[in-house]
């Protein structure tokens, strides 16, 4: 074999600096100034110094690593899970809890100024528990070959690969407790190897472990996870990749949670908030920005099964709730029936359509509510103003599309009038938040 040798080997070098850290960003990095370059330094509080190696540099801004940090912040804590500097699941948990919310009201408020040029104050701050608030979690499975382990966990940052985790501390404790035997209950499954991922859900009334399967469960199996569930009192719910969905035990109760009094059972396989107590102060708030009384008619978009329709179909004349994902529009009308509530009406609607040919559309409403997902509601802000509402709640998942719908609504004759940060999901770098928006009065 030829071989083929070079006196000079290429090396790659990392530029490297001291800064001291003046902020956080809402993703929880350290952010310093040098020569008017923004750095971006993971694991960097503000006011501490250190040498940082660049991982990226850009005309306007760079990256880096801490080489070494050369002081410590007082708002730095110790996180309270062993895993913390491995899983990707949260990325604050070494930031005191009072500079994460800081951090991320002050984010959202540079990005609704930034975009609507609007002079914004720092929003007030709704916020529950810092841990054990996670009603809910999806846990990925990766069978490894070589053990005939299966892991159950949570990816590494920027990564597929799992953690093997044993315990979380921002899951509820009732599922926390669960995470140890499960991943024990799993490895002795004769089809370990052909499962997808497990979730695990708190309702009011039960708690859930959700198993994705790729090959139907064995007898044994299947004995296996009976006896899991007996002894650790949850129901398990088996789903197929046919999304069919079945409980394991014929006495399982469907899951429910209350919100603003209202009881809304739901699918396991239904999105919920996995923040209930953030979740109960969002509706009140919401309720208590769209001030209703018994003249109201009320539109509630993206409405799932209900979270905000129902508690505002109590105060109002009547309330339309609008979803696309039909198996929530269900579970909607079966939670108005279980609630006694009748002047809620619900359609199974796509609202990236043409909206003016649906027949919500031709309805009038003078206070409207959307809750979107993350991409936002590009399809509906245009009808909305057509629609010349009072009062608009706008319940955002992602800052960025607020900021750009917020414009919509800016131009088309409304004034921003109320922020608020949703701390739904401490310790990580989620920003969630609400807004509500009023119609100009006509000059």
Not at 23 to 50: M, N
Not at 124 to 152: D, H, W
Not at 211 to 234: A, K
Not at 344 to 352: K, Q, S, W
Request: proline residues 5%; aromatic residues 6%; hydrophobic residues 40%.
């Amino acid at each position: 074999m030829a071989q083929f040798y070079s006196p000079v080997r290429r090396t790659t070098s990392r530029r490297q600096i001291t800064v001291i850290a003046d902020s956080l960003d809402a993703a929880g990095q350290g952010v310093a100034r040098i020569e008017g370059k923004t750095i971006f330094v993971t694991g960097l509080l503000p006011g501490e110094e250190a040498h940082i190696a660049l991982t990226e540099e850009k005309r306007h801004f760079a990256k880096g690593k801490v080489v070494k940090r050369l002081s410590t912040s007082s708002q730095r804590v110790k996180p309270h899970c062993r895993y913390f500097n491995q899983c990707g699941g949260c990325q604050q948990q070494h930031v005191d809890i009072a500079l994460q919310r800081e951090s991320k009201a002050h984010a959202l408020a540079y990005l609704m100024q930034r975009e609507t040029s609007l002079d914004i104050s720092v929003p007030t701050v709704i916020s529950g528990e810092p841990y054990g608030y996670r009603r809910r979690a999806r846990l990925g499975l990766q069978y490894q070959s070589k053990s005939k382990n299966v892991i159950m966990g949570f990816r590494q940052p920027q990564s597929n690969t799992l953690v093997d985790i044993k315990n979380c501390p921002v899951l509820s404790p009732e599922l926390d407790i669960l995470l140890k035997p499960l991943s024990e209950c799993i490895n002795q499954l004769s089809n370990k190897a052909k499962l997808g991922h497990v979730e695990l859900i708190r309702a009011d009334n039960c708690k859930i472990v959700l198993i994705r399967y790729l090959t139907p469960f064995s007898l044994s199996d299947t004995q296996r996870l009976s006896d899991f569930e007996n002894q650790h009192g949850v129901s398990i719910w088996l789903a197929g990749n046919d999304e069919n969905l079945q409980a394991l035990s014929a006495i399982s109760p469907q899951p429910e949670y209350q919100v603003a009094g209202e009881i809304l059972k739901f699918d396991p396989l239904n999105f919920i908030q996995v923040n209930g107590q953030v979740n109960q102060q969002m509706v009140e708030q919401a309720l208590a920005w769209l001030d209703l009384n018994s003249e109201d008619r009320v539109l509630d978009l993206f409405c799932g099964m209900g979270n905000f329709t129902l508690p505002i179909a109590r105060l109002a004349k009547s309330v339309v709730g609008v979803e696309g994902v039909e198996n929530l529009v269900e579970q909607a009308r079966n939670n108005a029936q279980l609630n006694t509530i009748c002047n809620a009406t619900f359609y199974n609607e796509n609202l990236e359509a043409q909206i003016h040919t649906q027949p919500w559309a031709a309805h009038g409403f003078n206070k409207v509510l959307l809750d979107p997902a993350r991409a936002g509601a590009a399809g509906v802000m245009e009808h909305l103003i057509k629609l010349m509402p009072e009062k608009i709640v706008y319940v955002s998942c992602n800052p960025t599309t607020l900021a750009r719908d917020s414009k919509v609504l800016l131009d088309g004759g409304y004034q921003l009038l109320q922020l608020r940060m949703l701390d739904m999901f401490p310790q990580t770098s989620h920003l969630e938040s609400m807004a509500l928006f009023i119609r100009r009065p006509e000059v």
